[in-house]
C-alpha cells in the first residue's frame, strides 16, 4: 500500500470543498488533570458527525466516471455507511450500505437520510461481507471498505495534517483503533509532518486484537466480546497492520468503565457530546494507562453520534 504525506495532501486538497476543517479545543481542567496540555480535534463536529467523511469523500470522489455511475457499496456500523452515502449523495451517485441488525438508531437514520439502500445483517464480520458481496454482485458497485481501502486512509490522515498545522509542537497524538484506517492515516501524517512526535493508539480491552497483534510482531484475529465503542469492534486490517507495525509507537487497552467515565468527563466538562470510541483515548489518561506529565498531547475525538435514548450511564 503506497501512503505518504503527499497522498494525504492531496485528499486534503480534494475534499476541502466538502467537509470541515474541524476546531481544536483545550480545557483546563482536563489539562489540571492529566498534567498535560490537551488539544481535542473535535471530529465530533464534522459531516456526519465524524471523522469517516474525510476518507469515504475522498475515495468516492477518486472514483472514475464509468465505476460512480455503477454506484459505491460497503458494510458499515454506522458512520463509515453514513459518510459513504453521503459522498455518494455529492456525487449523485447509488450507494448500498449493509448494516449489522443492532446498529445504533441513531446512525441508522443517518444512513437513511442520505439516500443510501440499506439491506440489514446479522451483527457479525461474516454476515457484513457475505451481505456486501451479494449487493455488488447485483449492482456492479465498487467496494469502498471502511480501513482496508488506501484512498480512504489518506483521507482520514488529513484530520491529524490539520491538528499540527494548527499545533506543531506536539509531543504525542493519539487516536482510537478498530480497524485502523484512521490509525495509519495519523501515523503516517504526524510522523511525516513531525519526525519525533509519538503515535499512541487505545482500544477497548474488550476488543483488543490490535494490541495483542502489536505485542507479537504478527496480526492476530480475535473473536470480540461486547464492546460500548461500537466503531471499534472490528479486528485491524491486514495493510493497515504493516503500516502499525512501521509508524506506531504503542497500542494499549482500556476497561469499558473508563470508556463511560472519559465520555461523561468530556461531556461535563467541555460541554461537547462525544460517543464512546471517541472517549477511548482520554480513557487511557484518565485511567494512568500512560503518562503525558509536562506532554503536549493531540487527541482525536473521531465523533459524536450517540443514541441519547441510550446514554451508557443511564443503563
Known amino acids: 500500500m503506497r501512503l505518504d504525506l503527499d497522498t494525504i495532501r ?42 469517516k467523511a474525510r476518507g469515504a469523500t475522498n475515495a468516492v470522489f477518486l472514483l472514475n466516471d464509468v465505476a460512480a455511475q455503477r454506484g459505491v457499496a460497503t458494510h458499515s456500523s ?79 490522515g488529513t484530520a491529524a495534517v490539520e491538528l499540527l498545522e494548527e499545533v506543531p509542537d506536539l509531543d504525542l497524538v493519539m487516536c482510537p483503533v478498530g480497524g485502523g484506517g484512521l490509525l495509519c492515516g495519523t501515523a503516517v501524517a504526524a510522523k511525516s509532518m513531525r519526525p519525533k512526535i509519538k503515535v499512541i493508539a487505545v482500544e477497548p480491552a474488550n476488543a483488543d486484537d490490535a494490541a495483542q497483534s502489536f505485542r507479537a510482531g504478527r496480526r492476530i ?65 484518565q485511567e494512568a494507562k500512560i503518562d503525558v506529565s509536562a506532554k503536549r498531547v493531540g487527541i482525536i475525538l473521531t465523533g459524536g453520534n450517540v443514541d441519547l435514548d441510550a446514554l451508557p450511564w443511564n443503563l
Open 10 to 51: 492531496s485528499a486534503d486538497r480534494r475534499i476541502r470543498p466538502y467537509i470541515h476543517r474541524t476546531p481544536v479545543l483545550t480545557s483546563s481542567r482536563l489539562d489540571e488533570a492529566s498534567g498535560a496540555s490537551l488539544f481535542l480535534k473535535c471530529e465530533n463536529f464534522q459531516k456526519i458527525g465524524a471523522f
Open 221 to 285: 484475529v480475535t473473536q470480540k466480546k461486547f464492546t460500548i465503542a461500537d466503531g471499534l469492534r472490528t479486528n485491524v486490517g491486514e495493510p493497515n497492520f504493516a503500516i502499525i507495525q512501521r509508524y506506531v509507537d504503542d497500542i494499549m487497552t482500556v476497561s469499558e468503565e473508563a470508556i463511560v467515565s472519559a465520555m461523561r468527563t468530556i461531556w461535563e466538562t467541555m460541554k461537547i457530546i462525544i460517543e464512546p470510541s471517541a472517549a477511548v483515548p482520554y480513557a487511557a489518561i
Open 78 to 156: 454506522g458512520n463509515h455507511g453514513a459518510a459513504v452515502a453521503r459522498a455518494a449523495k455529492l456525487r449523485g451517485i447509488p450507494a448500498h450500505i449493509v448494516m449489522p441488525s443492532n446498529s445504533a438508531k441513531v446512525k441508522i437514520c443517518a444512513v437513511e437520510g442520505y439516500g443510501a439502500h440499506i439491506v440489514f445483517c446479522e451483527p457479525t464480520e461474516q454476515a457484513r461481507e457475505v451481505a456486501c458481496a451479494d449487493a455488488i454482485a447485483k449492482t456492479g458497485a465498487t467496494l469502498i471498505h471502511s480501513f482496508e481501502n488506501e484512498n480512504v486512509i489518506a483521507g482520514q
